[in-house]
């Protein structure tokens, strides 16, 4: 277990949620938080963690 892996897994545990579509067997993974305030971190460390262990490109959503 990496230090990276632990930071994420609490972000996980702390702000996140995972959905699996049966049907089409899609995982969908989410973290939710204030937008306005955070946006930074998000950017410069959250996206750029998930591509250092996962090589998956994310983007930032805002719900409507």
């Known amino acids: 277990l990496t230090l990276q ?3 994420l ?3 996980h545990l702390g702000d996140g949620s995972m ?3 049966k049907e089409n067997y899609d ?3 989410s973290y939710s938080g204030n937008l306005t305030e955070e ?3 998000y950017i410069k ?3 750029p ?5 996962f090589n998956i490109d994310c983007k930032i959503q805002k719900d409507t």
Not at 49 to 53: E, V
């Open 19 to 21: 959905v699996h579509n």
């Open 27 to 29: 995982y969908w993974v």
């Open 9 to 11: 897994i609490g972000v």
């Open 49 to 53: 963690l998930i591509k250092n262990l």
């Open 5 to 7: 892996l632990a930071h």
């Open 45 to 47: 460390y959250l996206i």
């Open 39 to 41: 946006y930074g971190w």
